[in-house]
């Protein structure tokens, strides 16, 4: 934990922290468990899908991505957007490399996105996690983020 800083997104980055998000969503994939029941869907598959939601989170908000690195290496960040009509601070995306995991730097990018909406005068914040998370479910929770609902993901072929 001590070698890693953070800093803010620059598009340098865009590659490898597209590619520690889709490694990291290995097991804990929306787009991933839409691939195990239906296959791929034209001809793309599960990782394309959701590394597209990286390229999302550039094109939203590229300066609300937080990222964590050692040295010039990324090694994880978080993605975050601001709905300042809403008041809502919204976390799309959250990983680290395995290696970097289990020493608190995830904590610590959760801190600062919620620093980053209080800054921005927010008052609220949103995250979603799968189930099957066990991890994002107890981070989240112990950060004082508390459930409220629970949704099911429906995909019918056609
Ligand atoms: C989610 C993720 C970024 C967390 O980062 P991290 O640096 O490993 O997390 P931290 O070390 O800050 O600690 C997470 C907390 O979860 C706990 N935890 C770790 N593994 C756990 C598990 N399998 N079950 C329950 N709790 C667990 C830790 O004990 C820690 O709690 P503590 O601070 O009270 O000790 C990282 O695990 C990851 O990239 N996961 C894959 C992608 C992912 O799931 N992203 C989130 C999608 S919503």
């Known amino acids: 934990m001590d070698d890693v800083t953070f800093r ?25 468990g839409m691939e195990a029941a239906f ?8 990782r394309w899908r959701k590394g597209r939601h990286f390229d999302d989170d550039v094109r939203r908000d590229p300066d609300g991505i937080i990222v964590a690195a050692i040295g010039d290496e990324p090694v994880g960040f978080i993605s975050t957007w601001i709905d300042r009509e809403g008041g809502i601070g919204h976390i799309p995306n959250l990983s680290l490399t395995p290696e970097c995991r289990g020493k608190g730097v995830g904590r610590r ?14 008052s609220h914040a949103k995250i979603e996690t799968l189930v099957q998370n066990d991890v994002g479910n107890s981070l989240y929770t112990s950060l004082g983020f508390r459930e409220v609902a629970r949704q099911i993901h429906f995909v019918a072929e056609l």
């Open 8 to 32: 803010v997104f620059q598009p340098s980055d865009h590659e490898r922290l597209k590619q520690i998000m889709v490694d990291a969503f290995d097991g804990v994939s929306i787009d991933q």
């Open 109 to 122: 990018l959760v801190e600062l996105a919620l620093q980053r909406f209080r800054d921005a005068g927010i």
């Open 39 to 46: 296959g791929e869907i034209a001809g793309h598959d599960w």
